[in-house]
């Protein structure tokens, strides 16, 4: 019986978490000559994230850019983060957004070692699990050390794969199977 209720109360849990946060990868980052990676502190991101569509619309990395100083200026504004020894930067807010929620991302890379700023729009549909999403440094705009890098792209949207948990009315038939398991054992 106290594997029954184990296996009930697992089925619920499973039910009842249908959230999980985003995680905005940069990849590797490289330095204005494209082949350098950059080190531990060289580069600075900065993310704002929203659920609305039109948050960023219209926002350029030059906007980004003007606002580093002062991030909150932008709505959506969550941290900043430096890179690491690897030369990524993995940054998510913390919220967690239900299953089939579209999340907008802007993330601006400042270039602390030789100056420039890249920056980058993403859009990804949150799931059941943490969502990852890698490479964001290459898709970008604005300019490192001056020279253009590129049309900002939108990421398109990742992440709304499998769903590795059931949906709500699987849980209820399950937590009714198990019921009636437990109800036939203890009358025998």
Same mark, same amino acid.
């Given at each position: ?21 985003? %995680?905005? /990868? *940069? ?14 502190? %060289? ?6 994230? *929203? ?19 002062? @991030?909150?200026? $932008? ?5 900043? %983060? ?10 998510? *807010? /913390?919220? *967690? =957004?239900?299953?089939?929620?579209? #999340?907008?991302?802007? $993330? ?8 420039? =700023? ?12 943490? #969502? ?5 440094? $290459? ?8 020279? &253009? ?9 990742? /992440?709304?794969?499998?769903? @590795?948990? &059931?949906? @709500? ?6 937590? #009714?199977?198990?019921? $009636? ?5 203890? %009358?025998?």
């Amino acid at each position: 019986m106290k594997k029954l209720v184990v296996m009930c109360i697992a089925v619920a849990a499973t039910c009842v978490a249908q959230a999980a946060a985003i %995680q905005w /990868g *940069s990849g590797n980052v490289y330095l204005s000559d494209g082949t350098t990676k950059a080190g531990k502190d %060289q580069v600075t991101a900065l993310l704002w994230e *929203s659920t609305d569509a039109s948050a960023f619309a219209g926002k350029t990395a030059a906007d980004l850019f003007a606002a580093k100083d002062n @991030p909150s200026s $932008i709505t959506g504004y969550v941290k900043s %983060q430096n890179s690491t020894a690897l030369s990524t930067i993995n940054m998510k *807010s /913390g919220t *967690s =957004y239900a299953s089939g929620t579209d #999340v907008y991302s802007a $993330i601006l890379y400042i270039n602390n070692e030789e100056g420039g =700023y890249i920056a980058s729009f993403g859009h990804a549909t949150a799931g059941t699990t943490q #969502v990852n999403i890698a490479d964001m440094s $290459i898709y970008n705009g604005g300019s490192l050390n001056g020279t &253009p890098n590129g049309a900002v792209i939108d990421r398109g949207n990742w /992440g709304s794969g499998g769903d @590795p948990s &059931p949906e @709500p009315t699987s849980c209820l038939l399950l937590l #009714v199977g198990a019921g $009636i398991l437990g109800l036939r054992r203890k %009358q025998k």
